[in-house]
C-alpha cells in the first residue's frame, strides 16, 4: 500500500517554484493523487477480495456465473429497501422479482468505477497541464536561483539588475498572460462541477443528493429510514442466468450475489462527495477574489502590503499606479518564490523608477491608481 502512495507522490510533485494557487494545487497535486489511489486501491485484489461473488447451483461453474453477473450487471427491487431486514426480506432490496419490471434497479457501474476515477484524475490535471504551457516556465527563469538568497554580492546585484530590466522593458505586457491563469482557474472550477454532475449520471441520478441524504440519515431514526449507501452501493444484489436445459428448454437462475467493492465503494464516494463541495466552495472563493483584483487596483496595493510587508507601501502604490494587473500577479508570483529581502530591493528600485521616469513609453495617470 505504502508502495502505491511514493509512486503516486513523485507523479504529482508539486515543483519549489510557485506559479499558482494553493486552491489552484488542491485540483492537481491532492486531488489527483487522491483519486488515482481509488483506481488503483479498487483494482487490486489484495486489499478489497473478489469483486463479486454469487450463490450458485452445481448445475452452472462458479467462475461462470460470477464472470456472467459481473458483466451483464445486477439488480435490487426498490420497493423492498424499506422492509424490515430479518423478517419480510433477507437483505433490503432483495427478494420475489416476479412484480413490475419497473421495480428493478439495475446496477452496472460498478465494472467501471476504476476506470472512472482514473478519468477524473486526468480532467483533474488538465488545467494544471494548460497552464504549464501557458506559463513557460517565465517564473523559474526570472527567479535566477534568488529564491536561496546566499550568493555573492556582485551575482545578486547582476541578477537583480537583469530582474528589474525585464520587468521595466515589459512593463504593462503581462495580462494576457496573467488572465490565461484565471481562466485556467475558472476551468477547475467548471471541472469539479461538471464531475459532480457526471458522477450523478454514472450512478443515475443519485450523486448530486448522496451526502445530504447519508446526513439525514446518520440525524434520522434510521428504522424508519432508507440507508442511501446501501440503496446506491449494495452488498447484496440479484443476478438472473439463462441456460439451456437438458431437454433445449430455456431454464433461468436466480442468484444472489455479493458485492463485497461496494463496502470499499461507498466510503470513496461519500468521501469524493464532500472533498468535491469544498473545493467548489474554495474555487467559487478564489475566482471572486480574482475579480475583486482584477476590478479594484486598491485591494491590489491592501493584498500586496499584507503579503509583503518588508515593501514600503508609496512603493507599491506607484508600481499599482503605473502598471497593469497582470503586471500586479507577476510581481505577487516572484514574491512568493523569491528571497524577502532581495524582493524588497527590486521593488523598491522597480518603484523609484517608475517614480523618476513619469514618461516612460506606456504611462500612467500620475496620481490616481489605475484599473487592470
Known amino acids: 500500500m505504502l ?16 506559479t ?3 486552491v489552484f494545487r488542491l485540483h492537481y497535486s491532492i486531488t489527483v493523487m487522491i483519486l488515482m489511489s481509488f483506481s488503483l486501491i479498487i483494482t487490486t485484489r489484495q486489499y478489497v477480495g473478489n469483486p463479486i461473488d454469487c450463490v450458485h447451483t452445481k448445475d452452472i461453474p462458479e467462475d461462470v456465473l460470477n464472470t456472467y453477473c459481473w458483466i451483464q450487471s445486477t439488480y ?24 413490475d419490471p419497473a421495480d428493478k434497479k439495475h446496477y452496472k457501474y460498478y465494472q467501471w468505477v476504476c476506470f472512472c476515477l482514473f478519468f477524473q484524475a486526468i480532467l483533474f490535471y488538465t488545467p494544471r497541464w494548460l497552464w504549464k504551457s501557458w506559463e513557460g516556465g517565465k517564473i523559474h527563469a526570472l527567479i535566477m536561483d534568488l529564491d536561496i538568497g546566499i550568493c555573492s554580492e556582485a ?5 537583480k539588475k537583469l530582474l528589474l530590466d525585464y520587468l521595466w522593458e515589459n512593463l504593462r505586457y503581462h495580462n494576457w498572460w496573467a488572465y490565461r491563469y484565471y481562466v485556467c482557474e475558472l476551468l477547475a472550477l467548471i471541472n469539479v462541477i461538471g464531475q459532480m454532475f457526471l458522477m450523478n ?9 448522496f451526502g445530504l441524504k447519508v446526513i439525514d440519515y446518520m440525524e434520522t431514526d434510521q428504522e424508519d429510514r432508507m440507508d442511501p449507501m446501501i440503496y446506491i452501493f449494495p452488498r447484496m444484489t440479484k443476478c438472473t442466468f439463462f441456460k439451456y436445459g437438458s431437454s433445449g428448454e430455456v431454464e433461468k437462475h436466480d442468484a444472489i450475489c455479493i458485492l463485497p467493492l461496494n463496502v470499499v465503494n461507498e466510503k470513496i464516494y461519500i468521501f469524493l462527495w464532500f472533498w468535491f463541495i469544498l473545493l467548489t466552495f474554495l474555487t467559487l472563493l478564489t475566482l471572486i477574489y480574482r475579480v475583486v483584483i482584477i476590478f479594484s487596483p486598491r485591494m491590489r496595493v491592501y493584498l500586496f502590503r499584507m503579503r509583503f510587508r518588508l515593501v514600503r507601501r508609496d512603493a507599491i ?5 503605473r502598471s497593469k494587473m497582470g503586471d ?3 510581481l505577487y508570483l ?21 517614480g523618476h521616469n513619469q514618461h516612460h513609453r506606456v504611462p500612467g495617470l500620475k496620481g490616481e491608481i489605475q484599473d487592470a
Open 20 to 22: 499558482d494557487s494553493i
Open 334 to 354: 516572484l514574491g512568493e518564490n523569491i528571497d524577502t529581502v532581495i524582493f524588497r530591493d527590486v521593488v523598491q528600485d522597480l518603484a523609484n523608477r517608475l
Open 76 to 99: 435490487t427491487l426498490k420497493s423492498l429497501f424499506l422492509k424490515k431486514q430479518g423478517v419480510s426480506v433477507p437483505y433490503p432490496g432483495i427478494g420475489n422479482s416476479d412484480g
Open 3 to 18: 508502495d502505491i502512495f511514493r509512486g503516486l507522490k513523485n507523479l504529482v510533485k508539486v515543483s519549489h517554484v510557485k
Open 328 to 330: 500586479w500577479f507577476l
Open 317 to 321: 502604490e506607484i508600481i499599482v499606479r
Open 155 to 159: 551575482e545578486k546585484k547582476q541578477k
Open 201 to 209: 449520471r454514472f450512478f443515475d441520478g443519485e450523486f448530486i443528493t
